[in-house]
């Protein structure tokens, strides 16, 4: 199975993908999130600093809402799936800081999605706690 072009991340700011990347991704995540955990090991999300700074410094943002996906990707002509922990700024009234007039694209005027991807496992601290 071929990487499917929705999952290449665009060329744009850094650790942003698209409206239909974070759709493909989420829905993915709902789809199979009922038997996903028992088959798979995803425990916590590495965030870098770097990345929540981007977020929480775009005008208006008073918090940020984390969505769970899955990526479905090609690993040596296997099908792998990669947590995805996707990250969008929310305004005073609670509401996602992303705008879709056609729900396919984000409206210019829209805040950016971010892909904050550094699950666990592989990334994680073994000597944690709350690893164990």
Known sequence: MEKKPNDVPKPNK????????????????????STYNSHHDCRAFNIPLIDLQEVIKEQGVVSVRGYIGV????????TVFIEKLIIVGVDANGKDMISSKDGLILDQESDDIYDFSDPCPNLCDPKSPLNG
């Open 71 to 78: 990526e479905e990707t090609v690993v040596e002509g296997d």
């Open 14 to 33: 850094e650790n942003t993908i698209s409206l239909e990347i974070a759709k493909d991704w989420t829905k993915r995540w709902r789809d199979m999130e």
